[in-house]
């Protein structure tokens, strides 16, 4: 039951994949908002790599510029201004005006001030002349600017003024209730006529309320043939990507300017509403249909950067510079683009487009039903793109090597996106391109750290196995560099450690066999570590013996001063099991190391069939006699004065003998290591009176060796080789040496 549980949470490449699958579609479900914010920006991304598309050219701006400001005053212009712009379009033809301006405060005229001033001092004079009362109410009615215009929107029969809504509550606190049933009587014509709804309790919730019209001022109002809000909602990032056709104010809902121009410039269609259990479903003007998201907003297909759409000045066109055909059957959009009341927004073509274009961009795109598609049937396909290409990505990686494999990945993301952008460019359809290719990458991902997981833990196993044959950094090395596995070696200078147990022999006789396997295990294991701990490679076990190298396979410049440290260390660690054994019962173990440096032949040896990582040489062979002189000298660690020349300014030694070990002719120095540096004082006078003796005995002063030896040993009562050599001094004064006498002693032992 364990196993198959086990079994059942092992993770393969195909969990991986359908766990990222599973992942990737609920995130979606969700629209988890970074990863809608990073769809969005591919979005602007697409339009605007795609550039710039022709417009149907039904639609012209007049633009309220800083030329019209130049010649024409400082804005507010006097409504006698504007009057004559809609009397100037209207005479060019012009087959609807729309304006992206609200007029919602009485025209600021001094005349009119003036003359009410006038008739109110005549009537307190007590006048009561008919003649002068009239005329005074004539020239009153004559200098009313705002009546000005709304003659002029009379005439013109072709005006659609905007408005805007108030959608939040804190705005329209200064209202009170009668002033916001006035703004809303001001705005019936911009109902929606028809409401379709195939279910009996359609769902609003999804549309922007507001809490209050703003309204152009009602003489204006009555006077225009239509009306429309001009309200752009932005997305979380500040870019203007929809645009909402659909806004409920209380129980009615409003269309908005570019609807309502529409609606005028095709001779009045009705225009519906269909909602649905989830939102707005789409609105319809006659017979086109408009496609919407749930919250009755239109996605906008920008045709290209600001100006794409003739832009023309307010002054041009009142001088009569702009010949009066080219407005002849257009809509005509009226906005700011002056420095002060530009109208700016974000786009996907930058920071800086006018509000009024974007009016006129949603224009265009509903009278060429030239719609950016993004429906539930595009929902679908991004579900399908999230589970397809997942899958491609999560069966067929595990089977390709890595390069092959990210080959595959990348060429796979290529398609990918050319068929998304593609798809967007030919047929206007927006299809997701953050999940999908997120998936394919987070699969991909998830694949490869799988594989490096599991072929680093078939390493592990191999290196693992091969440990018990090789070192660890031998085994690193060769991974590294398989053009190691040759046959052959270099000549390098290393240092060699050579340790052995004393009496090993004798005390196993004393040990039953699982005793002293068990004895002999805890103690190899305890100085390895060592050996390891200062990164030395275990060359070879030889029975109860240990051979060590340092400085090979891995250079290290300090080699012999990590063999010493090893040595110390390993001597430290026996005192402690040591005591240990005490405890358990089981007899106390001793041993020998011999330490050598200089340069040896390292390398692979043995035959083609069969070889060993090792080193070889004079050097190595002196190191393994240095550690079997520790029993001559009753010393546990001795190396050569190759080594001391190294480590001399590191490591606390004395000098032990000059000796000729056997095999070689050439005499050596061999010193005891005590200690580090450090701990030189401890041994100081030790060393002092060592060394006086030492060098008494090489003068062959026997007397005085033997005193200075004495000395030596009343600070080291257990001190071996100062015992040794009182007894050798006794030996030569009976049998002195041949003359000339080189105090050189001559190994018999290995």
Request: proline content about 4%; some cysteine; charged content about 25%.
């Amino acid at each position: 039951m364990k196993e198959k549980i086990k079994k059942y949470f092992r993770v393969n490449p195909l969990k991986i994949t359908l766990f990222v699958i599973v992942l990737a579609l609920v995130l979606f479900f969700f629209d988890f908002p970074f990863l809608r914010f990073m769809e969005l920006k591919t979005l602007d991304l697409r339009i605007a790599s795609r550039g710039a598309l022709p417009t149907g050219g039904e639609t012209v701006i007049a633009v309220i510029d800083e030329k019209s400001l130049t010649e024409l005053g400082r804005w507010p212009w006097p409504r006698t201004t504007v009057a004559r712009l809609i009397d100037k379009l209207k005479a060019s033809g012009a087959k609807a005006v729309g304006f992206d301006i609200v007029f919602s405060e009485p025209d600021d005229n001094s005349s009119i001030k003036t003359i009410s001033e006038l008739s109110a001092e005549i009537k307190k004079s007590g006048i009561r002349d008919a003649n002068v009362l009239s005329l005074l109410s004539k020239k009153k009615a004559e200098a009313d600017n705002d009546v000005a215009l709304a003659k002029a929107i009379s005439r013109a029969k072709n005006v659609t003024l905007g408005y805007f809504f108030h959608l939040s509550s804190r705005d329209v606190m200064h209202l009170s209730e009668k002033e916001i049933q006035e703004n809303a009587d001001s705005i019936k014509n911009s109902r929606y006529q028809i409401i379709n709804s195939a279910e009996k309790s359609p769902d609003d919730f999804a549309l922007a309320k507001a809490y209050a019209p703003e309204a152009n001022l009602k003489i204006l109002s009555d006077a225009a043939v239509n009306s429309g809000y001009f309200n752009m909602i932005p997305d979380s990032d500040g870019s203007m990507r929809w645009s909402p056709l659909v806004i409920k104010f209380r129980n009615n809902y409003y269309s908005s300017l570019p609807l309502s121009i529409l609606q005028q410039y095709l001779d009045w269609p009705p225009f519906s509403l269909s909602l649905a259990g989830y939102g707005a479903e789409s609105v319809k003007i006659g017979d086109i249909h408009i496609p919407t998201d749930e919250a009755g907003r239109l996605l906008v297909n920008y045709m290209g950067p600001a100006k794409t759409f003739p832009h023309y000045s307010v002054s041009d066109i009142m001088k009569g510079r702009i010949p009066a055909e080219t407005f002849r059957n257009k809509i005509v959009l009226v906005g700011a683009t002056a420095i002060g009341i530009y109208d700016l927004r974000v786009t996907p073509f930058g920071a800086t487009y006018p509000g009024v274009e974007i009016h006129a961009t949603v224009i265009d795109n509903i009278l060429h039903s030239n719609f950016l598609l993004h429906s539930s049937f595009t929902r679908f396909i991004d579900l399908c793109a999230i589970i397809i290409f997942g899958l491609l990505m999560g069966l067929i990686i595990p089977r390709l090597r890595a390069v092959t494999g990210i080959i595959f990945a990348i060429i796979l993301l290529i398609v990918f996106v050319a068929f998304n952008m593609f798809i967007f460019s030919g047929y206007n359809v927006w299809l997701n391109l953050i999940y999908p290719a997120l998936t394919m990458l987070v699969i991909y991902l998830g694949i490869t750290v799988y594989r490096y997981i599991t072929e680093e833990r078939e390493k592990k196993k191999i290196r693992g196995a091969f440990q018990y044959y090789l070192t660890a950094s031998v085994i690193n090395e060769m991974l590294k560099d398989p053009s190691k596995l040759k046959l052959g070696g270099d000549k390098k200078d290393l240092s060699v450690l050579f340790s052995d147990i004393r009496g090993f022999t004798t005390i196993s006789e004393k040990l039953s066999p699982e005793e002293l396997v068990h004895l002999l295990n805890e103690y190899l294991t305890a100085m390895t570590d060592i050996v390891f701990k200062y990164d030395g490679t275990l060359d070879k076990y030889m029975g109860d013996a240990i051979m060590a190298v340092f400085g090979a396979p891995l250079d290290q410049p300090d080699h012999a001063k990590r063999a010493c440290l090893t040595a110390l260390d390993m001597m430290a660690e026996l005192h402690r099991l040591q005591k240990k054994w005490q405890e358990e019962g089981k007899p106390p173990l001793n041993i020998g190391i011999g330490i050598n440096s200089g340069d040896m032949v390292v390398g692979n040896m043995g035959s083609q069939m069969r070889f060993d990582y090792t080193v070889m040489g004079d050097m190595v062979n002196l190191g393994s006699r240095l550690e079997g002189i520790n029993k001559e000298y009753g010393s546990n660690i001795i190396f050569s004065e190759f080594t001391y020349n190294v480590v001399k300014d590191a490591m606390c030694c004395r000098e032990l003998d000059w000796v000729r070990v056997k095999g070689k002719k050439l005499p050596v120095k061999i010193y005891e290591l005590l200690g580090e540096k450090k701990d030189e004082g401890r041994w100081k006078e030790f060393i002092s009176k060592f060394e006086e003796g030492l060098a008494l005995y090489r003068a062959a002063k026997w007397d005085e060796a033997i005193a200075a030896f004495r000395e030596a040993m009343k600070i080291k009562p257990e001190d071996a080789a100062s015992q040794l050599y009182i007894e050798r001094c006794k030996n030569l004064q009976e049998n002195p040496p041949p003359e000339p006498w080189d105090g050189v002693f001559t190994m018999t032992r290995k």
